[in-house]
């Protein structure tokens, strides 16, 4: 019967050992996303200020195109009352980049609140 006992004390102690160690994986895997995430914020955001500095010149060059009309350039036809947006037309590749980029911005605004 003492032999069962120190087997069975190994066996605890070998289990509690490995849930320790898993429990360690576990807190290291945790920090790692952590790091992963404010990375990938980090790098989210500047590829925005990217984006935005992008269009912002787009729509200077825009704008400097209208003020200044070439000769060789038909003017276009005025259209009576018709609101124009501020900022120029998005292509459709520019508009899914966008689409995607807003929400990715919007799921990681949501992971910061529920963190």
Sequence with gaps: MNTTFWIHEI????L???VAMLGIVILLE???VLRLRRSVDGHLSRVFEQ???LRFENQQLMEAQARAPSPARPEPPSTPAVTVASSPPLGGGEAR???ALAAARARSVVHQKTA
């Design 97 to 99: 980049l966008m689409a």
């Design 16 to 18: 509690a050992g490995a």
């Design 30 to 32: 945790l920090r790692s």
């Design 51 to 53: 984006l935005d500095l």
């Design 11 to 14: 066996s605890q102690s070998a």
